[in-house]
């Protein structure tokens, strides 16, 4: 079996259309833009990997018939990212085993306190998951299958979030700067996921002008736009980027 990415949701925080029905800009015909919240997949030989856990996991996780997580890696602990950590309960129950979550000092902490019922027992629940602070270099294990992961360190507002780089693919979801230190890591790359919030600046997030910016300095072989608001039509922007820049949908996944 190859290996594969997913886009599991390319939405930003209220995803498209709101919970108003509210589509913005967005053409309510075309279902590439019908987008669940910010979230990804890695299938990397025996093991598979989510990166957040939106509020949408658990039918993110239907529809790309995922069968099994055997970890969790976090970019940060908002709620669009963090929400649907619950919702892995069934996993447990099936593996009888406690599910691996990575993330950063302060990411674990505010999951901890947060979650405490999926981390330490509580009215006779059992705890599901089991927490570790990862280091810039990690590595995710499954009996013979390593995946060494490397967490970079990005500015998200009035926090740092964690983007991540493995195999030439780097996913930076959440960011409004990259440092320096981390930007040249990030050149010549075989896929680029990046934060591409919308058309106008935002304090947290960057923006489109910022994000073609960054692709044309970094020349990725392909860079894909993602955390899309719904002043960004999938179409519209499809016709106005360069070839090797995509933007995101819900299900896009690639092999690597």
Not at 64 to 79: C, F, L, M, S, W
Not at 204 to 226: M, P, V
Request: net charge positive; hydrophobic share 35%; proline share 5%.
């Amino acid at each position: 079996m190859k290996n594969k990415f997913t886009i599991l949701g390319c939405g930003s925080s209220l995803g498209a259309p709101w919970i108003t029905n509210y589509w913005g800009k967005l053409d309510n015909k075309n279902p590439k833009n019908l987008r669940t919240r910010c979230c990804a997949h890695i299938k990397y030989k025996e093991l598979s990997i989510l990166i957040d856990t939106s509020p949408d996991i658990k039918n993110q996780i239907k529809k790309n018939n995922i069968k099994d997580i055997d970890a969790v890696i976090y970019t940060h602990e908002h709620a669009d990212q963090t929400v649907g950590i619950f919702e892995l309960r069934p996993f447990f129950w099936k593996n009888k085993k406690k599910i691996p979550i990575y993330g950063s000092k302060r990411t674990i902490k505010n999951l901890r306190q947060k979650y405490t019922f999926c981390f330490l027992p509580r009215s006779g629940y059992q705890p599901i998951m089991k927490s570790y602070i990862f280091k810039k270099n990690f590595v995710l294990k499954k009996n013979s299958t390593k995946l060494n992961m490397q967490a970079l360190e990005l500015q998200h507002g009035l926090i740092k979030a964690n983007g991540f780089l493995f195999n030439k693919i780097a996913y930076l979801s959440d960011c409004n700067k990259i440092p320096k230190k981390e930007f040249n890591k990030l050149k010549n790359l075989d896929y680029l996921i990046i934060d591409c919030l919308r058309k106008t600046p935002h304090p947290s997030h960057l923006h489109y002008d910022e994000t073609l910016k960054i692709a044309k300095i970094l020349k990725a072989k392909k860079t894909i736009l993602t955390n899309l608001h719904v002043d960004l039509d999938y179409l519209s922007l499809k016709r106005r980027l360069p070839k090797n820049i995509i933007p995101a949908y819900d299900g896009l996944n690639f092999n690597f």
